[in-house]
């Protein structure tokens, strides 16, 4: 029975039986259309080119399509460079006008090409929603032209709008444009299985595209939640942030992209180690800058400096909270300042640098002045940063820690489990809970953090939780039993630089275990899946993606370049389609050559599973709330002809 509160508001919308009854009609075509695809990455770290062109070209789908439509009609070179205007229709573009003799007849023919690859990517929506996914400028015209034949009354008719969008001088932007709506046309939804920053260049980019594309979700990963907590001000988690982005040479995105002040680090960073080489915090150069480049030199200085500030407010955090159980990572008081030596738990090793110029060797976690005046004046930089603070805040209102959709649970790290299979019992807050209550109960606090921390069951400083979660033991996005960035920085025996995963990454070969998880988080598990990411696949180790019978899918495949030479692959995507789920294997990606071509592999398309029947939009999460709302508004219609609702 339908509550007749809920007929009087949907009545307001549709005030009468034929208003009503036209959108039954319209809801009920659409829960029959197949359903839309999904697409699922992970671990993009920065690297906004490779994953630009992922998106671009659908991770090998449309130079599927392109095969399908002009096989036998284009050669290899005209279907190359078919696919490189779609990836990148500016730098394509800017080529032919130097390389065509007859520019205006090159757009022609490219526009009637994208059009038919148009209308292929569209035909499972209705034409209402490939009218929201066109460009507003030239949405009339593109639709149109996507449904007008070739018949002898309409041949003219469509090609005097070709030769109108020439000969107007818009030929260029309206190409840009229909590229970029055959891209959104083929990805229906975007799912980011975590970790947008770190290592690479540009997550500000990555997150700038994000904030514009037409329906994405994000589960949080590792990477993102340390920024999440330095955008409260928390130090731990702005000095974690800054030595990983200054070791990776990120300072364009820093000081350009973000408008982070470094200029209290540098300074610091300068006069006191003006005379130490720094030379174990020399930066990796995998992208260079542009904008703000900073010599080797002062960037090992900078690393230096905040990496020890990292050391010491990380131990006040762990005294401030005994509960996290990390007194092991104490090292500072564990160092022999007169030996050159460190007390680690696998014995007593030698300090290959022992310059430490603003740790007192009797109170070793204590701040320097001039360290919290440059800590505070960073905090400042991070709190005001407009662009910073606007993509955390996307990454709260499209974000969680994890997400159930469709038949798929998604999370980046892993669900805390003991050596026997159980869901681990964790404590955070004084408040302890296990699998998806653990799960639930963090992402409700991670919130509180940012948004009324006043109102969260934290101790001690606003955002420590999300530290905790960056390096904690038990946190469900790091999965490992330490971090040991000091051993990395200071100690050279490699065997100290191990952190050993949790007992999950062992359990999930086990496809019991993979229906336990499945099963806690209310699914099916005889038709659900788990998409995972965090851990790269190694395989050219022979490491599988696929794991516990193939109930959870490992989908990173190590986008960021600092991972490709562990994995020998570079990223995945994740496709879910009305007809079967495929993992897509990607190759590094290659920026654009000196003259402007475009070099690009396809992708290796493996198919994972395929359905037993078509899925349509009724199978769908999606599709139960159509489903709801049809039944609702036939409840509206009864009600207006029985006379319980007057019309208007």
């Known amino acids: 029975m339908i509550d007749k509160h809920l007929l009087r508001h949907l009545s307001k919308k549709y005030p009468n039986v034929k208003s009503a009854t036209e959108e039954i009609v319209n809801l009920s ?11 699922f990455l992970s671990d993009l770290h920065g690297e906004h080119e490779a994953f630009i062109h992922m998106l671009k070209s659908a991770s090998g789908v449309i130079r599927s399509k392109i095969e399908e439509i002009f096989g036998p009609d284009l050669n290899r070179e005209e279907r190359d460079e078919l696919a490189a205007l779609v990836y990148n229709a500016e730098a394509e573009i800017k080529r032919r006008k130097k390389s065509e003799a007859d520019f205006n007849k090159w757009c022609k023919v490219s526009i009637l090409r994208l059009i038919l690859i148009c209308k292929s990517v569209s035909t499972k929506y209705t034409r209402s929603k490939v009218r929201k996914r066109l460009p507003k400028e030239y ?89 999440m907590g330095a955008a409260t001000g928390n130090w731990a988690c702005i000095t974690n942030v800054l030595r990983m982005n200054i070791s990776y040479n990120n300072f364009d995105m820093l000081e350009i992209g973000y408008g982070i002040n470094l200029r209290p680090l540098a300074t610091m960073a300068s006069e006191v ?8 915090f020399k930066p990796k150069r995998l992208d260079e800058n542009k904008f703000d480049p900073v010599d080797d030199d002062l960037a090992a200085k900078m690393n230096k400096a905040i990496a020890i500030c990292q050391f010491k407010v990380e131990g006040q955090r762990i005294m401030a909270h005994p509960e996290y159980g990390m007194e092991n990572r104490l090292l500072l008081d564990k160092i022999d300042y007169e030996a050159g030596t460190i007390e680690l738990r696998d014995g007593v090793f030698p300090l290959r640098d022992t310059n430490f110029p603003t740790i007192d060797p009797a109170d070793p976690y204590k701040l320097t002045p001039e360290e919290e005046a440059m800590l505070d004046a960073l905090e400042a930089s991070f709190h005001q940063s407009e662009k910073l603070q606007a993509h955390i805040r996307f990454l709260y209102s499209h974000g969680a820690l994890y997400k159930v959709i469709n038949g798929n649970l998604m999370y980046h790290g892993c669900i805390p489990m003991d050596e026997d299979g159980n869901f681990e019992k964790c404590t955070v807050n004084g408040v302890t809970a296990s699998g998806k209550e653990y799960m639930d109960y963090l992402d409700d606090q991670v919130r509180k953090a940012y948004f009324n921390p006043d109102e969260s069951e934290e101790i001690g400083r606003s955002g420590d939780l999300m530290w905790y979660l960056w390096l904690g033991s038990k946190s469900p996005l790091f999965g490992k039993d330490q971090m040991t960035t000091f051993e990395r920085c200071f100690v050279a025996e490699k065997k100290t630089h191990k952190e050993h995963t949790v007992p999950y990454y062992k359990l999930i070969n086990r496809k019991d275990i993979c229906e336990k998880i499945l099963e806690e988080f209310g699914l099916d598990p005889k038709t659900s899946h788990i998409l995972n990411g965090h851990v790269p696949v190694k395989i050219k180790d022979g490491e599988s993606p696929v794991k516990g019978g193939g109930k959870l899918i490992v989908i990173d495949g190590g986008m960021s370049k600092a991972y490709q030479k562990q994995t020998g692959i570079a990223g995945y995507t994740f496709i879910f389609n009305s007809r079967y789920m495929a993992l897509s294997e990607h190759k590094p990606y290659k920026p654009l050559q000196p003259d402007g071509t475009q070099v690009f592999t396809t992708p290796v398309i493996r198919t994972v599973q395929t359905l037993e029947k078509r899925m349509l939009v009724r199978d769908t999460d999606q599709g139960k709330e159509l489903a709801r709302e ?11 002809r029985t006379g319980e609702l007057k019309e208007l």
């Open 29 to 39: 075509a659409i829960l029959s259309l197949p359903k839309g695809t999904e697409y």
């Open 139 to 227: 949405a009339y015209i593109i639709d149109e032209l996507l449904h007008t034949d070739d018949e002898a009354n309409k041949g003219n008719y469509y090609g005097q709008i070709i030769n109108s969008i020439v000969e107007s001088e818009v030929a260029e932007d309206f190409i840009i444009e229909l590229t970029n709506a055959i891209s959104s046309l083929a990805v229906d939804r975007l799912h980011i299985i975590g970790d947008m920053w770190d290592r690479g260049a540009h997550p500000d980019y990555i997150m700038d595209f994000l904030m514009q594309y037409h329906d994405v979700d994000i589960q949080w990963g590792n990477h993102d939640i340390v920024w």
């Open 273 to 280: 180690y003006a005379d130490d080489p720094c030379e174990f």
């Open 630 to 640: 049809v039944e609702e508004l036939k409840a509206l219609v009864k009600a207006y």
